[in-house]
């Protein structure tokens, strides 16, 4: 068996942590589909009256058929130009299908989710949610390692139809593609 000796404790400990770091990489939890129930978790976003507010899925969620859709990131190119203006486009068509929450959520700071929203005037019908260390869509499994780009944790795009907590729905997407998780996608299928 190896030694340890020669090591500080410093070192030792910096060690342990990337060792559990890429134990947990490999403990990754497969996404969630179609049939399981959405795990509660708790995210900050701004209110109306820009109040900093903490939510719960499940409050959000419960006896409703709501949409969850993901994306990497705030500010970035698909995610601003089609995926987030296709779901403020198509808000009203869902909510006549009896949606009665449009849910987004990235892998970003309050802050920063409360200035894309401003971004996005006629985004009223969008909750803008922020998973700020991606602890959220952990526990959906579908975090996206982009650390090799400089981006660290972040969401894979994704689109959910909930309907009282269970996923009927389950659009994901591979890698950086854009195909399956539109709002058009979603109305297909209520």
């Keep these: 068996m190896p030694t340890l ?6 070192s030792l400990q910096l060690l342990t942590k990337r060792r559990d770091r890429e134990r947990g990489k490999r403990e990754k939890m497969a996404p969630i589909a179609v049939g ?10 701004f209110d109306e009256n820009d109040q900093l507010q903490q939510v719960s899925i499940h409050a959000l969620a419960a006896g409703k058929k709501v949409i969850l859709f993901g994306v990497p990131g705030a500010f970035t190119p698909t995610c601003s130009v089609k995926h987030v203006p ?12 009896g949606v009665a929450e449009i849910l987004l959520i990235s892998v970003n700071d309050p802050f920063v989710m409360k200035a894309w929203a401003k971004s996005y005037p006629e985004g009223k019908h969008i909750k803008f949610l922020a998973d700020g260390s991606a602890t959220y869509t952990h526990a959906l499994g579908l975090e996206l390692d982009l650390s090799e780009k400089g981006l660290g944790t972040r969401s894979r795009r994704f689109a959910l139809l909930v309907d009282d907590l269970k996923v009927k729905v389950a659009n994901i997407e591979s890698g950086g593609e854009f195909t399956v998780s539109s709002a058009e996608e979603i109305l297909k299928t209520l």
């Design 36 to 45: 399981d129930i959405l795990p509660d978790g708790t995210l900050p976003c």
């Design 86 to 97: 296709g779901f403020i486009e198509k808000a009203e068509e869902l909510k006549a299908k």
């Design 5 to 10: 000796s020669g090591f500080s404790p410093r």
